[in-house]
C-alpha cells in the first residue's frame, strides 16, 4: 500500500507540473495573439491612412477641348506600329511633373494621371495618326514602328507654361533601320498651377503636339 502511495503522489507531482507549463504556454499564446492583433490593426490603421491619402488626389485625362484632332477626317491608310513612348522618372510616373527655375523637378501635389503619362501619350499619339489617315495601333506586325521618347511633360512654374517635348523616329520594324526623326516641341499657357488647369494645358499641349507628329509621320509614309 505505501509503493502504492508513493507512485500516487510522484504522478501527481508531474501532472501538476506539466499543468503549470500548460498554463504558462497557454499565457503565452494568449500574450502572442494580443500582440499579432495589435500589429494587424495598426498595418489596418496605416493600410486604411494610406488609401485615403492615395484618394484625396484629383485624378485626370488627357483630354482637350481644342477639338484639333477632331478636325481632320478618319482614314485607312498605310499601318504603323505606336509602341509605349519611353520616358524617365518622375515623367514616366502618373504624376504630374512641374519644373522651377533652377530646373529641379517635382510633384504636384494632391493630383495624378489617371494612367502612367506614356501609356496616356500612347493613346493620344495613336488617335492622332488614326486622324491623320494613317492605321496606328499597338499591333507588331506594321512595317513602320512610331518610337518616341518624351523629354518633357510637365509645368514650366518660371514661364507659366505646359512644355512637352518628344523625340520621334520612324523605323523599319523589319531591318531596325530609321528612315526619319524629329524633335518636337509644344508649349500652352499655364498660368495656374493647380490640378485641373494644369493638367488641362498638358492636355491642349499634349493634342497638339501628337497631331503635328501625325501629320509628319503621314507625310513620309
Avoid: Y
Avoid at 500500500?1 to 501532472?15: D, F
Avoid at 522618372?89 to 517635382?106: E, K, Q
Avoid at 504636384?108 to 496616356?120: C, E, I, K, N
Amino acid at each position: 500500500m505505501r509503493g502504492s502511495v508513493r507512485r500516487t503522489t510522484r504522478s501527481t507531482g508531474r501532472a501538476g507540473e506539466m499543468g503549470r507549463r500548460v498554463g504558462m504556454k497557454l499565457k503565452a499564446s494568449a500574450s502572442t495573439q494580443r500582440k499579432v492583433a495589435q500589429a494587424t490593426a495598426i498595418v489596418s490603421v496605416a493600410f486604411l491612412v494610406s488609401a485615403c491619402a492615395q484618394a484625396t488626389r484629383e485624378t485626370f485625362d488627357l483630354t482637350t477641348e481644342t477639338g484639333a484632332l477632331r478636325s481632320v477626317a478618319l482614314r485607312s491608310g498605310p499601318a504603323v506600329f505606336v509602341p509605349e513612348p519611353a520616358a524617365l522618372a518622375p515623367t514616366s510616373s502618373d504624376r504630374i511633373v512641374v519644373r522651377a527655375g533652377d530646373d529641379s523637378v517635382a510633384i504636384l501635389p494632391g493630383v495624378q494621371w489617371s494612367d502612367p503619362m506614356p501609356r496616356l501619350f500612347q493613346r493620344r499619339l495613336i488617335e492622332a495618326l488614326q486622324q491623320c489617315g494613317l492605321s496606328a495601333s499597338t499591333n507588331f506586325g506594321a512595317q513602320t514602328k512610331l518610337q518616341t521618347d518624351v523629354r518633357r511633360f510637365e509645368i514650366d512654374l518660371a514661364r507659366n507654361l505646359a512644355v512637352i517635348e518628344v523625340s520621334v523616329q520612324l523605323v523599319d520594324s523589319g531591318g531596325g533601320r530609321a528612315k526619319a526623326a524629329r524633335i518636337f516641341v509644344e508649349e500652352a499657357p499655364a498660368p495656374e498651377h493647380t490640378g485641373s488647369p494644369a493638367a488641362r494645358a498638358l492636355s491642349d499641349a499634349a493634342a497638339r503636339i501628337a497631331l503635328r507628329i501625325g501629320q509628319w509621320t503621314r507625310a513620309r509614309l
